[in-house]
């Protein structure tokens, strides 16, 4: 058996498929937002942070928007706490790196105050309902995603914005937010509630005063009435954020954004990147590649693991000391040698079925990313 395996190049970029060239699209100013979506758990929010450092320090005036709840990323940016304002990061030099957390009732809050008068904005604030919505309704996080993003694209203020999403495949829910949001005020009960407020006096006829009877008995009355005035503020409030909603999944769409699928060299990572994958492809949403994160990886020259495993099998025919603690040794290196011819193999098996998506394999590292230090290293494996 052959006693070498090939790798340098070949392991750590899989053979079947083109290379991502990071620095090329980082550098390139018609890339104006760069969406990072995978899996729990594949290093997302650190490799969006490191992209976001890299940009800056190559001259970019960039924001990382992070919806992840995970605390991560403040403390490897080196802030106190991340919240709904941009806050600066310290990357020296001329770069100009911003960084914040989407806080959702925050972000609802303020569309409401943008889109109605102080006295109408009050009661919407304080409807029971609108606080049940903006803080754990299921997609508010999705919805208030959308509208940060157009937010912040709005300002001119960055000529990058990085967007960590959530982990699981829930972080493609805010390309489906648009049309969700639609569906929603578009329903039956949201236009029977909203009769009395939008239509003439002759729409209050019997047998609307016979569901409405009906409703009152079954949710009370105050409680009813809290209803109704909610729905009349969604009318008003969410026809502007509809809108606003349909552009930013427009922009997510332009030439100007590009998707990262970031997982790791492990069957059920690429199972998601490969949903991933064809969930943007088939929405047509500019998919720029694939981050294979976390990878193993041997120094040049190093045996295989059928090598490594015939000198183990050798040694240990032999006696002493130094034959057995050999043999143990080339036993370890035979495991990882393993490890990277199988992680290589996921890999390739992913770009045979995925032939145009250009991929970066990145290395895993020996210790948690904490500093801009190891941002900083990180976004040179990425690039290598």
Do not use: W
């Not at 605390?71 to 990357?91: W, Y």
């Not at 109408?120 to 309902?129: M, R």
């Amino acid at each position: 058996m052959s006693a070498r395996l090939r790798v340098g190049p070949l392991a750590h970029h899989p053979s079947t498929a083109p290379h991502l060239d990071m620095d090329r699209l980082l550098d390139d100013p018609s890339t104006r937002i760069v969406v990072c979506c995978g899996s729990g758990g594949v290093g997302k929010t650190t490799t969006s942070a490191a992209l976001a450092l890299r940009a800056a320090e190559r001259g970019r005036r960039v924001v990382v928007l992070t919806i992840d709840p995970a605390r991560r990323l403040a403390q490897s940016l080196g802030i106190e706490r991340l919240d709904n304002t941009p806050r600066r990061v310290d990357v020296g030099g001329t770069g100009h790196l911003e960084a914040m957390m989407l806080d959702m009732k925050s972000t609802f809050d303020e569309v409401v105050l943008s889109q109605a008068s102080p006295e109408k904005a009050e009661a919407i604030l304080n409807n029971p309902f609108y606080i049940a919505l903006s803080s754990s309704f299921a997609g508010t996080q999705e919805y208030m995603a959308m509208e940060k993003l157009g937010q912040l694209h709005r300002t001119g203020d960055y000529d990058l914005i990085v967007v960590d999403t959530p982990p699981s495949r829930n972080a493609l829910d805010f390309l489906d937010a648009p049309d969700r949001l639609s569906s929603f005020l578009d329903g039956r009960l949201i236009k029977l509630l909203l009769l009395p407020a939008k239509g003439p006096a002759r729409i209050m006829s019997a047998g609307f005063g016979l569901i409405t009877n009906a409703l009152s008995k079954i949710l009370g009355g105050q409680l009813l009435g809290d209803l109704q005035t909610f729905v009349a503020a969604l009318d008003t409030v969410f026809g502007g954020f509809r809108a606003r909603a349909q552009q930013t999944y427009a922009l997510l769409k332009a030439p100007g954004t590009a998707f990262l699928v970031v997982a790791a060299p492990e069957p059920d990572a690429l199972r998601e990147a490969a949903y991933f994958v064809e969930r943007l492809s088939g929405d047509r949403m500019p998919l720029a590649g694939l981050i294979v994160n976390r990878a193993t990886t041997l120094p040049a020259g190093e045996l295989s693991a059928a090598g490594a495993i015939s000198g183990a099998e050798q040694l240990e025919q032999r006696e002493g000391a130094l034959a057995s603690l050999t043999a143990g040794l080339l036993r370890l290196h035979a495991d990882r040698a393993i490890r990277v011819e199988r992680e290589r193999a996921l890999t390739d098996r992913f770009s045979a079925a995925h032939p145009r998506v250009p991929v970066a394999v990145v290395p895993a590292l020996a210790g948690d990313v904490h500093d801009l230090d190891g941002l900083r290293e990180v976004g040179e494996l990425l690039q290598a």
